[in-house]
């Protein structure tokens, strides 16, 4: 049984693990596999436990890079918690900077901690906030700011206290923005004169190319999930057509739908901004809605339990998961010779060859890119077109007779 971590509250959580159990030590081929984070979290007077799970490392290709952040996200885990983190609830229960003053003299690690409890933005984003800072924090003794006040804070001293944190470029970049709202928060409070991040600059980060469907597997996999998995079929053609992340869809209620007008209403949580926006239903998809909706009571969640309508949300994590099972695992798709296919590419790949045999204006329309550039980055397979025309070119019978 894994080992007791007391909580305040009340309550306590269980020594996180991780999956795949050798991921300190196996080899290249760790990359191919989902890596989790997991332990169980236990609520003040016996209630039930939940089982946590976390999943911010996957992103990362570098293998290096994954084990550095897996270590970080446990270490922040366990300590977030330990400073009042319900993973239930999704909130800090009991914050103890919440009702302190800001002002110029305090310790900064303190201020940052302050700041993070009054900037609006989604729990998830003060989370990860958290995170930041705790990370943050383990290098000041060592770099001799135990002492240092925000006021007397320098550039060169958190430009120190990033690069001693041993961050992968997209995570000092993503750490560098949230420190970015912090010191906008405290100019506000008179805590300093500018936002010394601002002059900090970004790592530059080459993009890979995202892994995605041809359009014959496309088409493969969607006759397959349709013939054997109804539910799942359903919601990825409302996803593809939707505009919306898996985040914003399973949030929706019955009662934000209005079929008459083809229009939903879906909260984008992304960042510090959450807004509520107004979506269209494509005439495409219009009968699975009505599918949906079907029974459904104006309170309900369309996409619950089995990804039909139900009382209670879930985690879009599901998704991840079923693709998982029945997709990547799955020994029964097969192409038109009877070869059977073996998947690699994740959920969001439907979304980029789904986009990519669109015409580009459609594309955008569609997946509600505010520019071209966006919708690029899904529609990688027509660039590979337009490479494969330019091979066929006859250019030099024009200039060499």
Known sequence: MAKKIILPNGCYMGTPSVTPKNWKTGGSTLLNKDWQIQYYFYPANNGKRKLVAIKGMNSLKDLKDRRIVTKGLIEDEI???????????????????????LHPYLYFITAFRIVITKIKCTEKHRKEMGWCVNRLEKKVVKLGLKNVTIEQLKRRQLKQLLESSELPDQYFNKFRSFLSSIFNELIEYECCDYNIVRDIRKRTIVEKQREILSLEHHKVIMDHLQKNHYEFWRYANIFLFSGARSTEL????????DIKSQE??????????????TKVIFKEVIPLWKEVLLGAKPNDYLFSKWLKAGKAPINSSQITKRWSRLVKKSESIVDENGKVIKVTADFYSLK????????????????????????AIYRVNSEKRAREKLKGLDIGSTLFG
């Open 250 to 257: 399973f949030r929706i209620q019955a009662k934000d739908v």
């Open 352 to 375: 980029h060859s789904f986009l990519d045999s669109l015409p580009e204006a459609v594309a955008m329309e569609i997946a509600s890119h505010t520019n071209s550039k966006t919708t």
């Open 264 to 277: 939903y209403k879906v909260t984008i949580l992304k960042g510090s901004n959450p807004k509520e926006a």
């Open 79 to 101: 300590e977030n918690n330990k400073i009042g983190y319900n993973p239930i609830e999704k909130r800090f229960v009991q914050d103890d900077h919440q009702d302190e003053e």
